[in-house]
């Protein structure tokens, strides 16, 4: 079992926030989703064991921090937490830039981002376990 871990999700889009809340809480994990970076960042005093990242943010009503603004800020405060970003870039630049920057995965929004983020999940907790 994997002791009620807390996983936070940060997307601005409430579709991929609702699909991951309801596929990983039937998996027995604990999940905060945030629409916003600002609002992860403000919680990160729950000590989540892994943070699920977006990388583009929009918000049309004030200016947003981008995925890479907001890891930044997650490393300055929790060095050990993990995070994965999820992104529709498929730039190698920008892959490149966040493996640089220690991101423990990265997942291409597609249609197999529920399985590619379950398989990188399990993954990342096996390795932290060993």
């Known amino acids: 079992m994997n002791n009620q871990k807390l996983i936070f999700i940060v997307d601005d889009d409430p579709i991929i926030n609702m699909l991951v809340v309801k596929r990983f809480t039937s998996e027995g994990y604990r999940l905060e989703a945030f629409a916003y970076g600002e609002d992860c960042l403000k919680a990160l005093d729950k000590n989540p064991d892994l943070i699920i990242l977006d990388y583009f943010f929009v918000n049309n009503d004030r200016k947003v921090m981008n995925g890479m603004e907001v890891f930044d800020k ?36 597609d249609n197999n981002l529920i399985d590619n983020l379950h398989i990188a999940i399990k993954e990342l907790f096996e390795r932290i376990q060993l």
Do not use: C, F, N
Not at 95 to 105: N, P, S
């Open 74 to 109: 997650i490393k300055e405060m929790k060095p050990d937490t993990p995070v994965i970003m999820l992104s529709g870039q498929e730039k190698g630049e920008i892959v490149l830039e966040l493996a640089r920057k220690g991101i423990d995965d990265y997942i291409i929004k």
